[in-house]
């Protein structure tokens, strides 16, 4: 029997267990969420597999997207970085990554992560109806809203592009297409607010 899957994923084994088991999922781990944008953020100019491939290095690299160990990183951790190969090493990328965690504990001294991140889809998954993948949207009032808030709290490489393709990543919108064994699925997990 042929698995049928979104448009935009390739043969790549890594791809597909992302596709399968991590995208579209509501996340609501502040920690996880966290990470999420940062490597999202990453993404700018690349394409997502780059991302992907290179998670478990951006993980080692930044103390398991820990915000605490993150913010607490120097401009030496910087350069150190900016020798690893199993990363993005752009400098900017580097440092908003850093900066990111900084503005994460400014903004989690009143409330949770989860809490402001949902906030923009008044904490529910918006279900989508699409036929093909391309037909989805690359930005929405809703990733602008939250693209124009996290820049307001500090936060880089969070336009409004990324911030969607976070919400997608995130269950914020289910995006897979109606064909797509996923999609049901994350209907049924999808969050009602």
Known sequence: MTIIRCGWVSD???????????????????QQLFAKLCLDGQQAG????????????FEQAFHQFDPVKVAAMTDDDVERLMTNKGIIRSRAKIKAIIQNARAYLALTETQSFSDFIWQFTDHKTIVNRWEDYRTAPTSTSESKAMAKALKKAGFKFVGETICYA??????????????CHCYNKICELAREG
Do not use: C
């Open 12 to 30: 790549d084994p890594i791809y597909q267990q992302y596709h399968d088991e991590v995208w579209g999922r509501p996340e609501l781990n502040d």
């Open 46 to 57: 690349l394409s997502w597999i780059t991302i992907l491939k290179k998670q478990p290095a």
């Open 166 to 179: 976070f919400m997608q990543a995130v269950g914020m919108v289910n995006d897979h297409t109606i064909d």
